[in-house]
């Protein structure tokens, strides 16, 4: 890697290998998930995955470059940890709760990985690839927020209701 534009690339390369890992693990995910309302996020931050991988291949075909290849071993320990905490955990709130600081791991990940895309984009004259990975870091932050709103009601009704 001797380049902004090598650097660039190995960037693309990473952020789809981790879209492709979640793509794989989010069902899972879904189906363990209590509250319907967390179920939902999920199912659709997957629809949105799914979309975010096509824009990265997108983005490598007009490159003349392959988005694969490379495995990113962030994503997949990230990965793996939540799966070790679904085989572990036994109290449907208590997943909840797990799930949502998990899948928030893995968003801030993503913020990080798609914001310093952007900015190598922008830098490289990319103005129109720039764009589209804003697009995915702005649903990458909404799924965050909306995963945050999550925990706060649950936070919320545990202090007007006591225990539990
Ligand atoms: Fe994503």
Redesign the pocket.
Known sequence: MKTLNDLFEHQLKDLYS??VQ?IEVLPDIVEHANDKRLKQAIENHLE??KE?KNRIKNICNKLDISPSGETCQAMKGLINEAKHFLEEVEDDEVMDVGLIAEIQRVQHY?ISGYGSAVRFAKELGYRQIAKTLQE?LNE?YDADNTLEKLAETRLNKKAIGGNS
Do not use: F
Request: proline fraction near 0%; hydrophobic fraction near 20%.
């Open positions: 981790a879209e979640l949105e995955t975010q993503e995915t990458e």
